[in-house]
């Protein structure tokens, strides 16, 4: 198993990956990979667990915070690579829509992760910058 990495934000911005990991696994399950989605499923699972602290079948477990507090969502490295690639599959999708404001949040949010993991001496291979 991979060792976990957490890279601090606000909440407002894992709403944005929360969203777009929804999104892409709606989309790839239907007409994708079921690889793919399984693990954007996974991303949402581990904001769940480390963020709203929820537990299945536990009432009142599950609040989000309020959206300036800090969240540290711990991924793996394959997980954190899928949330740049989801983040600027989204983006485009948001500008081609008119969401251009949407679309800007996307992509410095993409930004801002390939930046850490690089800061992290994790390589980031061209096309996923």
Do not use: F, Y
Not at 35 to 48: F, K, M
Not at 65 to 75: G, R, T
Not at 95 to 123: C, F, K, N, P, Y
């Amino acid at each position: 198993m991979s060792v976990g990495l957490i890279i601090a934000m606000p909440l407002r911005q894992w709403g944005l990956i929360d969203g777009c990991m929804d999104n892409d696994a709606s989309v790839e399950t239907v007409d994708g990979s079921r690889q793919r989605a399984d693990l954007a499923r996974s991303i949402r699972r581990a904001g769940w667990d480390q963020i709203a602290h929820w537990t299945p079948g536990v009432p009142g477990s599950g609040e989000w915070p309020p959206p300036d507090e800090i969240v540290k969502p711990k991924l793996t490295l394959a997980q954190w690579l899928l949330t740049i690639d989801v983040l600027k599959r989204w983006a485009a999708t948001s500008e081609r829509v008119g969401h251009h404001d949407t679309a800007a949040q996307e992509r410095e949010l993409r930004g801002m992760i390939v930046s850490r993991l690089q800061a992290h001496g994790i390589h980031v291979p061209p096309d996923r910058r």
